[in-house]
């Protein structure tokens, strides 16, 4: 079955960067519409960037201009590179299998936890 795996949350200071990563199997990754998303402490999941499959990417306005979704077809992966971490940033990130074009995921991933402070 389907599996897509997430790494590379951490702790990090406020200003600080992160690379996530979801190593994703089964599928090939550029034939499908993928993206990141969040839970914050308290807060019902949100999305936070996406990519079709045509490469074509988009933002959550919060971290528009922070945060960049890029798509390894080589290694079969999804990537999110943060960038001026804020406090709010923390939660938890998981990547998914999206309806293109959406938030509305299909296939998801455990997370991996990221904590600003």
């Known amino acids: 079955h389907v599996q897509l795996v997430e790494s590379g949350g951490d702790s990090v200071q406020a200003g600080g960067s992160l690379r996530l990563s979801c190593v994703i199997s089964?599928?090939?990754?550029?034939?499908?519409?993928s993206g990141w998303f969040r839970r914050l402490p308290g807060q019902e999941r949100e999305g936070v960037a996406g990519?079709?499959?045509?490469?074509?990417?988009y933002y959550s306005d919060s971290v528009k201009g922070r945060f960049t979704v890029s798509r390894d077809n080589v290694n079969n992966a999804l990537y999110l590179e943060m960038n001026n971490l804020k406090p709010e940033d923390t939660g938890l990130y998981i990547c998914?299998?999206?309806?293109?074009?959406?938030?509305?995921?299909?296939?998801w991933g455990q997370g991996t936890q990221v904590t600003v402070s």
């Open positions: 998914a299998i999206v309806t293109c074009g959406t938030w509305s995921g299909s296939i």
């Open positions: 089964k599928i090939t990754v550029n034939r499908y519409c």
């Open positions: 990519v079709n499959s045509d490469d074509k990417k």
